[in-house]
């Protein structure tokens, strides 16, 4: 698991809203686009949500309650104003962190667990979730259902974790 901080705007008017949309993610490449997407979203109150980090939270030593600081917020604030410099006077609400899972090989979870009859995990996604539940549900849900899945899930084994004697 590794921290990562989210960063809250103040509420835009309808105006400012409109105009910032329109222009938010024009004129970045594919590369710049699929990150940020991931990375901000819009709320109906008017703010937008920005996550990132400074690149120092996976080394905390700290491994408990996730912290943001000024240094991380400032970070996060500084990458976003270089991709989209009409936030530069943008208002900042609040800050707060969060834990993302991660298995050991970065690949998610989706497996029966033998050890605990009928138990399903879906888990470790990486900070993907977001963007893959779609199809994660679709799956779950086939195999509550006893269906064979539309996909294969093979490769999302729990128990590609244990020790092969």
């Not at 799956?139 to 996909?151: A, H, I, W």
């Amino acid at each position: 698991m590794f921290k990562v901080p989210q960063v809250l705007s103040r509420g835009f008017s309808e105006k400012e809203n409109s105009r910032i949309k329109s222009n938010l993610l024009k004129g970045c490449s594919i590369i710049e686009y699929n990150c940020f997407s991931d990375l901000i979203s819009y709320n109906k109150h008017g703010s937008f949500v920005f996550g990132g980090s400074s690149g120092y939270e996976a080394f905390n030593k700290d491994n408990g309650t996730p912290t943001t600081s000024s240094i991380t917020a400032s970070c996060i604030c500084r990458g976003i104003m270089k991709y989209f410099p009409m936030l530069k006077d943008v208002k900042i609400v609040r800050t707060w962190a969060g834990w993302i899972d991660e298995c050991k090989d970065l690949t998610p979870v989706i497996s029966f667990v033998d050890e605990v009859p009928d138990f399903i995990l879906a888990c470790a996604f990486t900070g993907h979730g977001f963007g893959i539940s779609p199809t994660v549900g679709m799956l779950l849900s086939e195999m509550v259902e006893g269906k064979e899945t539309t996909l294969d899930i093979n490769a999302f084994r729990y128990d590609r974790f244990k020790a092969k004697i």
